[in-house]
């Protein structure tokens, strides 16, 4: 719990209860002037309640992903002796890119489909010839 007594989170609980009082503020004033015949101010008093909740819904989800981050790094207990080797480590979240060359898989019937051959044929002139048209294939 101490994570959330820093001064950011401080911060950030002020902030959401200064904004939860000014909507609900705001929303009873909304009340007050439709009740004077200001029809319009029917829906802003349903609309600021609306933004306090919104804020108290943000503001909780953010305690409960900070909690469980807390959770989440707080050393394990140590394991036991039968447990085996440690774990590897972690891969990490972002990799090099690796290139691989594609071959063309075998035809599981074992026939070549003849139009399948000729687009394959077109496809491989078109890529040894990049700076050609489609237009420019001689078959």
């Known amino acids: ?21 000014g909507f609900l503020g705001l929303g009873w004033w909304q ?17 600021w309640p609306v933004f306090a909740g919104f804020v108290v819904f943000v503001w909780w989800r953010e305690v409960r992903h900070t ?7 707080d050393p394990s207990p140590a394991p036991s002796a039968a447990a085996g080797p440690e774990p ?3 891969t990490p979240a972002v990799r090099r890119p690796v290139r691989v060359n594609r071959v063309p898989a075998a035809s599981a019937s074992g026939a070549e489909d003849g139009e399948l051959v000729d687009y394959n044929r077109y496809l491989s002139w078109l890529n040894a010839n990049p700076g050609a048209r489609p ?3 001689p078959g």
Request: hydrophobic share 55%; glycine share 6%; no cysteine.
């Open 31 to 47: 009340v007050t002037r439709a009740a004077e015949g200001n029809a319009l101010s029917f829906g802003y008093a349903i609309e």
């Open 1 to 21: 719990m101490e994570r959330l007594w820093t001064p950011a989170w401080i911060a950030r609980h002020v902030a959401m209860v200064v904004l939860v009082v």
């Open 88 to 90: 590897a480590a972690a």
């Open 135 to 137: 237009g420019d294939y």
């Open 67 to 73: 909690l469980r981050r807390r959770r989440a790094e």
